[in-house]
């Protein structure tokens, strides 16, 4: 494959990272720290980003690097005759329906930027600012407007190709998402009363962390990483072949989860500065954080307007660079299998996302009553994806990576052929993690999630 498209060296690593940070690490990082026991979650989280979900991740990257081709693809060519090219196409499925009910949430934070930089959520009774939430999600049209726009401009930059479209855009978002965080981390701080969201994050609660909270810390972390759904690897198929795979992977591990804590440093002192509980669950950011606001332009209405637009830029921003990663793994196997071109892929991606994205907005109003084994159609989206696709794919490309692909194949793509020094002693530990431990734990946690 001569003319595939590379990123370049710095490039890939703002493009894995953008896959990395969104909606996963501002809306629901925070809150299920809140719920499970603030420093002692992030802990527990940590060691499973560093054990499990790194050596996942650098098993995808290692398949798609080794391949040069995207999901369903690399694993047919890497296992011909084999039944191994399934696995890609279920997480090619897993990426698709993620990508579609990502964008309803990523479209509500692009109505709520609006409504933020239109009033600021100002109100004579900051409590009804709670309510807003309630009352756009389970209406009709805002919500799918907000949808459509979205995944509109979303696919437009995938349109655009890896260069010119997904490079360029990733250079430039990660480091604005980054200022803007700290920028809103400082805001946060010097709020009267932070300092006891602080020291909630800081001070370990171990008696909070249950077995759920453990294994909800490695789902978490399975989702923020975005491991198991083939954007890691379709992003890796285009990386250069002189590139660590070991350091790229790191240094995307310590950008999304140091974006998690950061975030949980804006959420949490504002949280406990409002006198709000840090257990809200999912309504934390939609409804808590308005709230926020709303109290705030009591006193400096213009501050809020600024605080809040910018906040929930923040969280589109983030939301679009993951959005483009799940719809690249779709449009690139539409394109390298059926010889689609780009354009005519994407358009059919969009609509195809459109329609399922549609129906899960749709589930919050209209189809409420429509329930599948007892979820609505964005839960089941949503457990789907995020506990069977993206569990058993991650246990697939460990499997593939660990006892499918030659040992000497994934050595060559982990040192760069043994032209990278310290790789060596690293590559033993992580085989033996990839062979031995992480497929059981993984298999564990599964069927503790099932019961
Ligand atoms: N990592 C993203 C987040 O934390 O919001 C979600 C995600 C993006 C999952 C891309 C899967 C994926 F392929």
Redo the contacts with the bound molecule.
């Keep these: 494959m001569a003319d595939r498209e590379r990123f370049g060296k710095l490039a890939i690593i703002m493009a894995l990272a953008g896959?990395?940070?969104?909606?996963?690490?501002?809306?629901?990082?925070p809150y299920i720290v809140g719920e499970y026991g603030g420093a002692a979650f992030i802990i527990v989280y940590l060691l499973c980003s560093l054990f499990i979900s790194l050596p996942i991740f650098i098993s995808e990257s290692i398949i798609g690097r080794r391949a040069g081709q995207s999901t369903y693809c690399a694993l047919h060519s890497l296992s011909r005759g084999t039944k191994w090219k399934w696995l890609g196409l279920v997480a090619v499925a897993?990426?698709f329906i993620?990508?579609s009910f990502?964008s309803v949430v990523g479209g509500w934070s692009a109505d709520f930027m609006l409504r933020a930089g239109i009033n600021g959520f100002s109100s004579s009774n900051p409590e009804s600012v709670s309510t807003i939430f309630t009352a756009m999600s389970t209406s009709v049209w805002e919500p799918l407007l907000a949808h459509t726009a979205f995944l509109g401009i979303s696919i437009l930059i995938v349109v655009l190709g890896i260069k010119n479209g997904i490079e360029r855009f990733s250079k430039i978002s990660i480091p604005l998402l980054f200022v803007l965080i700290v920028v809103m981390m400082v805001v946060s701080l010097l709020l009267p009363g932070a300092q006891d969201g602080v020291e909630y994050l800081l001070k370990p609660d171990f008696s909070k962390l249950s077995a759920k909270g453990i294994s909800c810390a490695l789902g978490q972390s399975f989702?923020?990483?975005?491991?198991?759904?083939?954007?890691?690897l379709t992003y890796s198929s285009y990386m250069k072949k002189s590139q660590s795979i070991l350091s790229t992977s790191v240094w995307t591990l310590i950008f999304?989860a140091l974006f998690?804590i950061i975030a949980s440093f804006v959420v949490m002192p504002a949280v406990f500065s409002a006198g709000l509980k840090p257990g809200a669950g999912p309504a934390l950011v939609f409804e808590s954080i308005p709230f926020i606001f709303a109290k705030m332009g009591t006193v400096a209405p213009f501050t809020a307007r600024i605080v809040s637009t910018t906040f929930f830029f923040t969280i589109v921003v983030?939301?679009l660079t993951?959005?483009i990663?799940?719809l690249e793994?779709c449009v690139s196997q539409l394109v390298e299998r059926m010889r689609y071109s780009r354009k005519k892929a994407s358009i059919l991606v969009f609509v195809a996302a459109w329609i399922v994205g549609a129906l899960c907005s749709l589930s919050f109003g209209p189809l409420s009553g429509v329930s599948i084994f007892g979820n609505s159609i964005f839960g089941l989206c949503d457990r789907l994806?995020s506990n069977y696709f993206?569990t058993l794919c991650s246990l697939g490309f460990a499997v593939f990576v660990g006892w499918k692909m030659d040992r000497v194949q994934v050595k060559e793509e982990f040192t760069n052929n043994g032209t990278l020094k310290p790789s060596s002693a690293i590559f033993n530990v992580f085989y033996f993690l990839i062979k031995y431990i992480i497929p059981p734990v993984i298999l564990l946690i599964f069927f503790t999630n099932l019961m």
């Design positions: 896959s990395a940070i969104g909606l996963g690490n501002i809306w629901r990082f897993g990426a993620i990508s990502y989702f923020s990483i975005s491991h198991g759904v083939g954007a890691v999304d998690a983030a939301a993951s959005e990663s799940m793994v994806s993206m």
